[in-house]
């Protein structure tokens, strides 16, 4: 979320108040505190989830075809089953010194998304390790 300037201030103006609230109402403020984590957790872990499905249709689109999330091979286009494949091989290695897949994500989109990499799904992938002249582009199919 970008917020402009006039909400930066109004937010440090705010900022303010709360912290002169919770000097002077400690025990209430850390009661009101515990309440407010277990209130949003729900919450935040979905926005959580959001944005990681976000970050993950942003790269496999890129990756996809024509700027849409779907396998490069055989056009598949259903999310779940859709990954990204490191077209030299060498995936799993690379994508180790992630701790998540997500970052790994979040790293392609950071470096304006790399060459070397296509959205597969897991079929396709599955076969290009199996037998990497079937799923070539240009193989026999
Ligand atoms: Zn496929």
């Not at 999330?69 to 056009?75: E, F």
């Amino acid at each position: 979320m970008r917020l402009n300037v006039r909400d930066k201030k109004t937010m440090k103006a705010s900022t303010k108040k709360v912290k002169e609230w919770r000097s002077k109402n400690r025990d209430k403020y850390l009661a009101l505190r515990k309440n407010g984590r277990i209130k949003n957790r729900v919450k935040n872990n979905l926005y959580a989830k959001l944005y990681r499905q976000r970050t993950k249709l942003e790269v496999l689109a890129k990756y996809g075809v024509l700027g849409i999330p779907r396998c490069v091979i055989c056009g598949e286009g259903r999310i779940p089953v859709l990954s990204i494949d490191h077209v030299d091989g060498g995936g799993t290695r690379h994508r180790k010194q992630f701790t998540s897949v997500n970052q790994f994500y979040r790293m392609l989109i950071k470096s304006n998304f790399p060459v070397g990499y296509r959205t597969l799904c897991m079929n396709c992938q599955f076969m290009e390790a199996f037998d990497p002249t079937k799923t070539h582009p240009g193989g026999s199919g």
